[in-house]
């Protein structure tokens, strides 16, 4: 808590230990639980109460680190706008900062930029720059650096350059916190249903216990005090508990990364599968490794073993189709990838046409591109050598995948290209339109998985009470069988 920037009191701590032994004790007599297994209870509870409070600091942390880069941003551009100097801009948008990360961070980014010495290539602007950017590993930060550090190399007027990114973290700051916002309503609703879910649970308990009084026999059995009823009810608990810290640990994201649902390297694999596939060679493939199984079916069927006959022919068909289904699974992930990195691209090429033309802004981007990007940038450059004035050579960007947004930003590209940068300013107001309308899709995409990722915790505690209930259930039938029998003997 301490690195996180915030300081937590014996006091507080004795607080929280209280209330949470408290509440986990009425949960412990609402089920009735005996003392060896309420203590498991609570010993599980005690793990996890740090992890809950550190996670609540962490939480608070992340927040404030995208609420200081945003800031840091939009300080920075406006500063330079004035000064027209990095170090000052530096200067001026470090007063704005209270002691803290941001405060340290460029305070070491000005100690190195004044100091002047650097051993490497970048240079010392560049380096002192980066200083930010491994602090706090944001691609928009990355993106004003470069906006940055060519306007101070090169000079112009990057007044429309700057308008654009300040628009840009404007909506990148917008989707963040209606991203959390709905995270948070999402962890609302899971608590919710494990509130509901325990006290549907006790209950049926409550009303199973309260049926033997319908016998007119003296028993002392109580449903609460049979050790299978006892052991459900510890795991169903502790089942609990660990949706509860699932779903709060998914409050703690970093919000400056970027969401990625799946490895590079697996999205790069599969792009190669996607742009290589060979449907005939991969048809092949997928015959002789299902031949097996039709011949152990034709045994099967043939020694009268049916059951086995069916098993082995759904398997034999899905062995004989599964190359189309890796092949759409494939296609479907890297579309996703696609869209979640193509807005980081086009609003750098956006950038960059401000003072080149389209194959050098082109060259220049893809060292900043996502990995996914990289080998349709290749081969899009490529075809800009060969024909760079046909409209093929850019809607050929991507062709492999059904991406009619983008085929658009590429015909507006072609434009650019044709009347040179000298409209690009009346271009740009298009071309980031259409650059928005795809960011929104990815926006999409990302809000969509995580809202599944929410959803489906949402029915754990269903899931869970469900099977919990069926259990009592069944046990409270066989206690009310055996209150009849004694009725019966009686």
Not at 182 to 189: A, F, L, M, N, P
Request: glycine letters at 6%.
């Amino acid at each position: 808590m301490y690195v996180y920037g915030y300081h937590f009191s014996w006091k507080s701590h004795a607080l929280l230990m209280t209330g949470t032994l408290a509440g986990i004790s009425a949960v412990g007599i609402l089920f009735q639980l005996k003392a060896v297994y309420f203590t498991v209870i609570v010993a599980a509870v005690a793990c996890v109460l740090p992890v809950l409070v550190l996670d609540m600091y962490r939480k608070m942390y992340e927040q404030k680190r995208f609420g200081d880069a945003a800031a840091y941003m939009e300080q920075m551009l406006y500063s330079f706008q004035k000064t027209g100097k990095v170090i000052s801009a530096l200067k001026e948008t470090r007063e704005i900062f209270d002691d803290g990360q941001m405060r340290k961070t460029l305070d070491e980014a000005v100690f190195h930029l004044e100091a002047g010495k650097t051993g490497h290539r970048e240079g010392i602007l560049k380096e002192s720059l980066q200083i930010i950017e491994q602090s706090y590993g944001c691609t928009k930060i990355h993106m004003v650096h470069d906006l940055l550090e060519n306007a101070e190399e090169y000079g112009g007027n990057v007044e429309d350059s700057i308008l654009l990114v300040l628009e840009d973290i404007e909506r990148w700051k917008q989707r963040g916190y209606h991203l959390h916002a709905e995270k948070k309503r999402s962890h609302t609703d899971n608590v919710i249903s494990i509130v509901v879910a325990t006290i549907l649970c006790a209950v049926s308990l409550y009303v199973l216990d309260a049926m033997k009084q319908m016998f007119s026999v003296k028993d002392s059995s109580d449903i609460f005090q049979i050790r299978l009823i006892q052991a459900s009810s510890v795991l169903f608990i502790l089942f609990l508990l660990h949706v509860f810290v699932k779903s709060a640990r998914n409050l703690t994201d970093d919000w400056l990364w970027d969401t990625a649902f799946h490895e590079t390297d697996y999205i790069l694999r599969s792009y190669e599968r996607v742009t290589g596939y060979n449907a005939k060679m991969e048809r092949k493939k997928s015959s002789l490794i299902a031949i097996p199984f039709f011949l152990m079916m034709g045994i099967a069927f043939f020694a009268g073993k049916h059951t086995a006959c069916l098993l082995l022919l759904l398997l034999a068909v899905f062995l004989q189709s599964q190359h189309r289904t890796g092949y759409h699974l494939a296609r479907r992930d890297v579309t996703e990838a696609l869209y979640l990195a193509l807005p980081q691209w086009l609003m750098g090429m956006a950038l960059l046409l401000q003072n080149n033309n389209v194959q050098v802004s082109v060259t220049k981007s893809i060292a900043d591109a996502p990995p996914v990007l990289h080998r349709e940038l290749q081969q899009l450059l490529e075809r800009l050598r060969q024909t760079p004035g046909k409209l093929q050579a850019y809607t050929g960007f991507c062709g492999s995948f059904d991406l009619p947004e983008v085929s658009s930003c590429m015909k507006m590209l072609h434009a650019v290209s044709e009347n040179g940068t000298g409209n690009v300013r009346s271009q740009m107001g298009h071309l980031l339109e259409r650059v928005a309308r795809i960011q929104g899709m990815a926006d999409d995409i990302t809000n969509e998985k995580i809202a599944f990722r929410m959803k489906m915790l949402f029915s754990y505690p269903v899931v869970a009470a469900t099977v919990k209930l069926l259990l009592d259930l069944t046990v409270g039938m066989v206690l009310m069988l055996q209150l009849l029998g004694s009725a019966g003997g009686v």
